[in-house]
């Protein structure tokens, strides 16, 4: 029997992200496209970033999800346009996120490479990222590349707590 | 200022490409729009490569721990970008090369990025200001690219540019901080981007290859970028209260194929492994 379209997607939202298990791959919003071409299943993925080392461990998890539930006739395609952006990332994951003790990307705040726009806030008026343990956004970034080139560093200086924020992208 | 001995290139390198066996070379005809795009994806691919491999050289070496993590992480993503950009140069090429195959089993004469990028990292103040100066290009090099009228080209470039905006909103802050900072860290900083000016204006400076991209709409002719540049830099440059030097000589002939002797020493043991063992995988 050929596994329907939406028992795929399913399937695929029980696949943890593996660099962020509490958060699916369709959670993240890289599933672009879930399609029979003949008796071929096309999944077709975009990448976070284009360096991100998760992406080839993705694919075979992806991979193996299905085949482990029977799909034999399988080919994975890569989209890169539109690019993927954090405004993909469901509610539900962003949750995830904060309860797991990363701050969640604020819609809105990407960088955009006019370096005219951006100095007022490099000079100290920054971004107000929510501290994931105590909730104070008395925050401050130590870096702007933290574990993954995701995500930035900061620390909280009311708990004192160091964590990760989901940056915009 | 005369050029230091280790930037001249060794005398016979021209002569010894000449000869280079087929391997390593494109085969397509010089003049041809295929073998045009192929040099331009592989300006822009070699760029990410060579820039991407220096950053990585400080992983593990960084003064603190945190920028050990954001110069690896900037070097991931130039890599990734890499992969895009030489993977399509192959694509074009149709010779069979992939991304792997263009980045470790070429040879110095046939990378065609800026000598910029080759130059080895310095200080901390050298690699952040080597890096500040090519994102001040790199930006705007990436938006006009969305504008090519090569889709693939085009969807690589909006890919990349978002990354890149990160990139360059971390480098300028930092040139800012370490210019605005302490006598030493000025100072510093002032050395580095007097060091490392002469090879900014092989950024601005086009070929007939360039020309022809730009009239088929592919890609920007390099000068169009330079007011861009300017204003970035300029503006930086006045908040890290550091002096941008006046002359305007350029070092050049990367683009071209004629590289500093820098890139062997940088090729030697970046590729040693693909040399040693063609094709080993893991």
Request: glycine content about 8%; hydrophobic content about 40%; aromatic content about 8%.
């Amino acid at each position: 029997m050929v596994a329907g379209v939406d028992q795929v997607w399913a399937w695929l939202g029980e696949v943890p992200d593996p660099e962020i298990p509490v958060i699916s791959l369709t959670d993240l919003g890289i599933i672009r496209g879930v399609a029979y071409q003949g008796d071929t299943l096309v999944v077709t993925v975009t990448p976070t970033y284009s360096g991100c080392p998760a992406t080839s461990v993705i694919n075979f998890e992806i991979a193996k999800k299905l085949r482990d539930n029977g799909v034999s006739d399988l080919r994975l395609e890569r989209q890169l346009s539109p690019p993927w952006t954090t405004d993909w990332i469901t509610p539900e994951a962003r949750a995830a996120l904060k309860a797991y003790g990363i701050a969640p990307p604020i819609d809105g705040t990407a960088a955009d490479g006019v370096i005219a726009g951006r100095i007022a806030r490099l000079s100290g008026d920054n971004l107000r990222v929510e501290c994931p343990r105590c909730g104070s956004t008395a925050t401050e970034k130590v870096s702007q590349f933290g574990s993954t080139p995701c995500k930035a560093s900061y620390r909280c200086t009311d708990c004192l707590e160091p964590f990760d924020y989901f940056k915009c992208i | 200022m005369a050029p230091a001995m280790s930037d001249i290139m060794t005398p016979d390198a021209a002569e010894l490409a000449k000869d280079a066996p087929g391997e390593g070379r494109a085969p397509l005809a010089e003049g041809t729009a295929e073998h045009d795009l192929f040099i331009g994806l592989a300006r822009l691919g070699d760029n990410t490569l060579i820039l991407g491999h220096r950053v990585s050289e400080w992983c593990g070496h960084s003064p603190v721990l945190e920028e050990d993590i954001a110069l690896a992480n900037m070097a991931l993503d130039l890599i990734g970008q890499t992969q895009l950009w030489l993977g399509l140069a192959g694509e074009v090429e149709g010779a069979g090369r992939d991304a792997d195959a263009l980045a470790f089993r070429r040879d110095a004469w046939d990378f065609r990025n800026i000598l910029l990028v080759e130059r080895p990292n310095g200080d901390f103040g050298q690699t952040l200001m080597r890096q500040f100066l090519f994102d001040a290009w790199h930006a705007p090099m990436l938006t006009a690219l969305e504008g090519s009228s090569d889709d693939r080209i085009a969807d690589i470039a909006r890919k990349a540019g978002k990354e890149v905006a990160y990139h360059i909103e971390r480098s300028a802050d930092l040139v800012i901080r370490l210019g605005d900072g302490t006598e030493e860290s000025r100072a510093r900083m002032q050395t580095a981007l007097d060091t490392l000016w002469p090879y900014v204006g092989e950024m601005f400076i086009g070929d007939v290859t360039d020309a022809r991209l730009a009239s088929a709409g592919i890609m920007p002719a390099p000068e169009s970028l330079r007011s861009a540049w300017d204003a970035s830099v300029d503006q930086v440059l006045a908040e890290a209260t550091l002096t941008r030097p006046e002359s305007t000589f350029a070092h050049k002939g990367g683009r071209q194929g004629r590289h500093t002797e820098h890139m062997g020493h940088l090729l030697a043991p970046m590729q040693w492994l693909q040399r040693a063992y063609p094709g080993a995988r893991w």
